[in-house]
């Protein structure tokens, strides 16, 4: 199993840009696929990103793609989400999630494992 703790959000304004960390307690992280979903209040959960075991390859929700950029460092157990031209829209609680599987995927019930989430609030 893995443990999952996100933090780096806040408020910013729009525009801005902000960057989530995603720290992993296990020892074979790089055996995780991770994603990045988010939810905002009464709005259904939605993905973000996904990027593979090596971090070779990623996935974005439409959304979000050539905004946002998630990364990985597998020597730190850590995922990254770089938010850039945040807007209004993206204000939600962002969670990262992992699965213990090869194939990306943006589909939240393909998660096993997920951390508890960080605030993020682009004001207008």
């Known amino acids: 199993q893995v443990q999952l703790v996100e933090s780096g959000g806040g408020l910013v304004q729009a525009g801005g840009s902000l960057r989530l960390s995603c720290a992993a307690s296990g020892r074979t992280f790089g055996a995780y696929v991770v994603g990045w979903f988010r939810q905002a209040p009464g709005k259904e959960r939605e993905s973000v990103a996904a990027?593979?075991?090596?971090?070779?390859?990623?996935i974005y929700s439409e959304s979000v793609k050539g905004r946002f950029t998630i990364s990985r460092d597998n020597a730190r157990n850590t995922v990254y989400l770089q938010m850039g031209s945040l807007k209004p829209e993206d204000t939600a609680v962002y969670y990262c999630?992992?699965?213990?599987?090869?194939?990306?995927?943006?589909?939240?019930?393909?998660?096993?494992?997920w951390g508890r989430g960080t605030q993020v609030t682009v004001s207008s």
């Open positions: 990027i593979s075991r090596s971090g070779s390859n990623t």
């Open positions: 999630a992992a699965r213990d599987a090869f194939g990306l995927s943006l589909s939240g019930p393909n998660y096993a494992y």
